[in-house]
């Protein structure tokens, strides 16, 4: 039995111990017996071990599309969360934020919790973005861009876009949970031509999406439905441009673009069977449906002669030419099945099945080829991991190609992109006292890549210069944003990256990704066709409400080819020339000042240097832009 203490009280021991002259051994009484309880001691377990988020494909990105981004509150990134890690959810049921950037570069945003219980939610948020500035065209000669007079060599380029939404989820206790969405988007932007200021063209987009996931058991599956309805409204613009050929003569031109509306929809089944603590079997689904409607796009030329003071078109036609062309109905749809077995232990997981295409309408033919994947964790600090094809298959639709480049032609009939093999893997070693590397690579064939490019029209046909694409830098109309197809590209890239971070004041990652540049070899997820892409990052946090971000990126050996039709009536191949985009190097700097966990203010700059690219063809960059703003919760 434990010995009994007696123990002083407080007030006791402090008149023991602080009374002058006393001795330590006077006579204290006690209060109270306490009685100890003896407790199992137990060890705690504190070898640290690393738990790896989902590795995915590195790519070259682009995400300078010519319009102004989302900006979040805050500049410092959360790190990658482990499988199943909890965050802690914000206590605040709403946020606002604006930020503005002269000239002009606006951007709000706001949302609020409408519903917010254990079991149900209900968002609403809302998006807005502006941009409007003056850059000198890529093919600005003194103050002439091809056949037009812009205001002191430049061209203005203004965007819109206006986003709104609705989301939600709800859980039927015991059964599963069953979450929607549904978002409107409107998007503006003038386009310019090199024979006019161009024209305004609009874009309309509804989605709505509906899933469901449940566990029954041992079985856990998810089904999601979806619809996306992408609309380029109708084009008619009217010009009158310098006719470089003979003085004293005007040529009026009129463009008249048909509307196209593109229907998608997609659904999608998983499901995954547990049976044992190692082995699960498991399919997944998909299928999509894409319908683009037909047009018919007109481009007309009449000139004639004035006198050099008037604006207006008043002499007598010379001569009136037109050029009328068709554009196709264009319907797909792709249906992939991938059975699979899966195997997994602490360090191991092995996931291989067979990946099954059917395809219907305007695409290719039926597929079947095996699919594997491989994770190996032997250790806490080494990763591995490789896959052999298991990728879905890119769809390529208007809005898909839209989300990368807004100045896609409508007249682009893209179709699915499919795999014919695909091979990727990866190393990841440490974390060691803060640092890692990252080495990864890919290499795979694809059909019916549609990639950005140069097409001039045949010569003798309304809109092509006598010299062709080759020697002329500009057909009219017909340049900005056009894509061509290539039916057997080879998709490769290749890459490194070190990541160290110093407690949570400093954290630093570089990376550098290449990947081949020729006609039919390069890296599919790179709009601009980069060589090389050099990324560097820094994120500092100095003091608790000060967080600063600065990065540096240089894309070199940017660039798209050009087609170069023959004479009509000629049957030779065509001719493919590069064209050169410039290296996009752009330095970035970011901060956030916290002033209350409801209230901060935050800004960004982007490319600090004002170093000039184009985007695409045609479209130059924006210089020196960003967003100065605040942002409050509520």
């Not at 002259?21 to 009685?35: A, F, N, P, R, Y």
């Not at 087609?563 to 493919?576: A, C, H, R, T, V």
Request: proline content about 5%.
């Amino acid at each position: 039995m434990p010995s009994i203490i007696k123990p002083y009280t407080l007030f006791a021991a402090i008149v023991a111990l602080n009374a002058s002259g006393q001795s330590l051994s006077k006579e204290i009484t006690v209060d109270k017996d306490v009685v100890p309880q003896e407790r199992e001691a137990s060890r705690m377990v504190l070898t640290p071990k690393l738990v790896l988020p989902a590795i995915q494909q590195k790519s070259l990105r682009w995400s300078d599309r010519g319009v102004a981004a989302s900006v979040s509150p805050t500049v410092a990134t959360l790190p990658p969360a482990a499988y199943a890690s909890s965050i802690t959810p914000s206590p605040y049921r709403g946020y606002v934020m604006a930020g503005y950037f002269p000239a002009f570069q606006l951007g709000v945003s706001a949302g609020y919790k409408l519903i917010k219980t254990d079991n149900s939610d209900l968002n609403v948020w809302m998006q807005y973005d502006g941009s409007s500035v003056k850059r000198k065209a890529p093919f600005n000669s003194g103050n002439k861009i091809g056949y037009y007079l812009p205001d002191k060599g430049k061209t203005t380029y203004n965007t819109q876009d206006v986003g709104v939404g609705v989301g939600g989820s709800h859980t039927f206790a015991g059964v599963g949970t069953l979450s929607g969405r549904v978002a409107y988007d409107l998007s503006s932007f003038n386009l310019p031509t090199l024979i006019s200021k161009g024209f305004n063209q609009n874009i309309n987009r509804f989605d709505i999406d509906l899933g469901w996931q449940a566990q029954a058991g041992a079985f856990d599956y998810s089904v999601n439905l979806g619809y996306d309805y992408f609309h380029l409204s109708k084009v008619k613009d009217e010009s009158i441009t310098t006719n470089d050929f003979a003085d004293n003569t005007r040529r009026a031109t009129i463009l008249d673009l048909s509307s196209r509306n593109e229907k998608t929809l997609s659904a999608s089944f998983s499901g995954r069977y547990a049976i044992s603590e190692f082995w699960h079997v498991g399919a997944d689904i998909d299928f999509t449906d894409t319908d683009r409607s037909a047009g018919e796009n007109i481009f007309e030329v009449a000139s004639g002669t004035w006198p050099d003071d008037s604006e207006n078109f008043n002499g007598p036609y010379i001569s009136h030419e037109g050029f009328k062309y068709g554009l196709d109905d264009v319907g797909y749809n792709i249906t992939e099945m991938h059975p699979y077995l899966r195997w997994k232990n602490d360090n191991l997981i092995v996931k291989a099945g067979v990946g099954i295409q059917i395809a219907g309408g305007d695409c290719g033919s039926n597929r079947v080829r095996p699919d594997l994947r491989v994770d190996w964790t032997p250790s806490a600090s080494f990763a591995i991991w490789g896959q052999l094809n298991d990728r879905r298959v890119n769809m390529q639709t208007l809005g898909d190609l839209y989300d990368r480049n807004r100045y896609v032609g409508r007249d682009c009939n893209a179709g699915p992109m499919l795999d014919k093999l695909h091979v990727e893997g990866g190393i990841i070693i440490g974390p060691f006292a803060g640092a890692s590397i990252e080495l990864w690579g890919s290499y795979g064939r694809v059909s019916s890549y549609y990639t950005p490019a140069v097409i001039s029209l045949p010569q003798g046909n309304v809109g092509s210069l006598n010299s062709g694409v080759s020697e002329s830098p500009f057909s009219p109309y017909f340049t900005i944003g056009q894509y061509m197809v290539i039916d057997d590209f080879t998709d490769m890239s290749y890459g490194a990256a070190f990541n160290y971070d110093y407690r949570d004041i400093a954290s630093l990652r570089i990376s550098w990704e290449g990947a081949p540049q020729e006609f039919d070899r390069g890296n599919i997820n790179s709009l601009d066709r980069a060589r090389s892409v050099f990324a560097a990052t820094l994120g500092v946090h100095p003091i608790n409400p000060l967080d600063i971000s600065l990065g540096y990126t240089v894309r070199s050996g940017r660039c798209l080819y050009g087609i170069k039709p023959d004479y009509p009536g000629l049957f030779n191949p065509f001719e493919y020339r590069k064209y050169s985009l410039g290296t996009a190097a752009s330095l970035d700097l970011g901060a956030t000042w916290r002033f209350s966990d409801r209230f901060n203010v935050w800004g960004t700059v982007e490319n600090l240097l004002n170093r000039d690219w184009q985007i695409v063809y045609g479209i130059p960059n924006k210089g020196v832009t960003g967003l100065v703003g605040v942002s409050y919760r509520f």
